[in-house]
């Protein structure tokens, strides 16, 4: 009993002597601004860099999960949902045409389907196998292809999107796919989260015959 | 009032070399540009509204709604806010940025506030048949131990 009583004061004693001698990492408190919004063009200039003009995307390549996806127009259903790329087309993508196009300042959105109502898996299904530092390219129509990288992957509830997060810009233009994730509610038809991949712009390059040259993932893929 | 053409000449260099420093201080893009952050919302989002490269205060309008809002000059930006009322039902909305002579507009989505209906549940189909499959096996598998203990039980006793 002494003993261990005994061993825990040199243990404290020890740890005194350590603290002491080695340099203790300073805490500075955090700058808060108003605690309830921040601003979030602090760090962000939208006309400070050569950012590029409106073009619409195409097409989007995720080479590490095997993506390869036309790009269709999305906007609004009329109760005010995203419209998402239609079911029985499984290999389509979709980018919000409300927003900014890829190289634009600001988020551009893409949206696809994790699987259908009957044949299984569809084009975003392996988004679920992405990781961070992962490639993401995207054509435009001007054949300029916007290259980012993975920087995060998160799941959301349905009813508590963050759209600041997933629709507010960032220093610089910003890639977001959302799909679907979490479980598949019967009743509702309809998954209970979506999973966003929040991804950071890394640079941009004029498409070469190779690249126009690259298969698409067609229907065919999903069956 | 006629002047003397050497002072005219003074004058017209002064002008020019005027005209000259404003052009230099003013750089040739400086269109001003609008940019909203979030780029879409449900009601009750605050907008953030960036008018760059506007060197004054500024006002806000967002088409079809009663919604005006004020830019401050900040820095050589313009910037302010506006909040999504319950009377912009759900659609793209034009936010026009007048800043001096300049406007400049960009567009605001207003949404239900949910997610992205992303799936059809059909893989989703094949883990719930397993579950549901797994379940119907155990309490077979129950039944039958019952009915056999019930049997032996049954054997024992007679």
Redesign the interface.
């Known amino acids: 009993m002494a003993a261990v009583v005994l061993s825990f004061v040199l243990a404290g004693g020890l740890g005194l002597m350590l603290s002491s001698v080695a340099p203790v990492p300073s805490f500075s408190m955090p700058h808060f601004g108003n605690p309830f919004h921040e601003d979030p063009f602090a760090v962000a200039d939208p006309a400070g860099g050569t950012w590029l003009d409106r073009s619409e995307p195409t097409r989007v390549d995720i080479d590490a999960v095997g993506v390869h996806a036309p790009l269709t127009a999305l906007g609004l259903d009329y109760e005010g949902n995203f419209e998402v790329p239609k079911m029985w087309r499984p290999h389509e993508a979709g980018w919000f045409e409300a927003g900014p196009t890829p190289g634009e300042f600001g988020p551009t959105v893409l949206m696809g389907h994790v699987d259908t109502e009957r044949s299984g898996p569809a084009v975003f299904f392996p988004l679920r196998d992405l990781e961070e530092s992962d490639r993401i390219d995207v054509t435009r129509e001007d054949g300029v292809i916007v290259a980012y990288e993975v920087t995060a992957i998160e799941s959301f509830s349905k009813q508590r999107l963050p759209y600041e997060e997933v629709f507010g810009v960032e220093p610089e233009p910003a890639l977001r796919l959302i799909t679907c994730g979490g479980a598949f509610d019967r009743k509702a038809g309809d998954y209970t989260e979506n999973l966003v991949v929040f991804a950071s712009y890394t640079g941009k390059r004029d498409a070469t015959a190779k690249d126009l040259d690259r298969p698409l993932n067609g229907r065919d893929h999903f069956r | 009032m006629r002047m003397p053409l050497p002072i005219r000449g003074m004058l017209a260099a002064l002008t020019v070399s005027a005209a000259l420093v404003l052009t230099a201080a003013a750089p040739a893009n400086a269109a001003v540009?609008v940019?909203?952050?979030?780029?879409?919302?449900?009601v009750g989002?605050?907008v953030?509204v960036?008018a760059?490269?506007c060197d004054q205060d500024a006002t806000g309008d967002v088409e079809n709604t009663d919604t005006s809002f004020k830019l401050p000059k900040n820095n050589n930006?313009a910037?302010g806010s506006f909040t999504v009322t319950d009377k912009m039902?759900?659609?793209?909305y034009t936010v026009t940025v007048t800043c001096g002579s300049d406007t400049a507009s960009t567009?605001?989505?207003?949404?239900?506030?949910?997610?992205?209906?992303?799936?059809?549940?059909?893989?989703?189909?094949n883990a719930?048949t397993a579950v549901l499959w797994t379940g119907a096996a155990a309490v077979l598998a129950a039944a039958a131990g019952l009915w056999l203990l019930k049997r032996r039980s049954n054997v024992t006793a007679a």
């Open positions: 540009t940019t909203l952050s979030p780029t879409a919302g449900a989002t605050r953030d960036l760059s490269d930006n910037q039902k759900p659609g793209s567009k605001f989505t207003v949404t239900s506030g949910t997610g992205a209906a992303t799936g059809g549940g059909s893989t989703a189909s719930a």
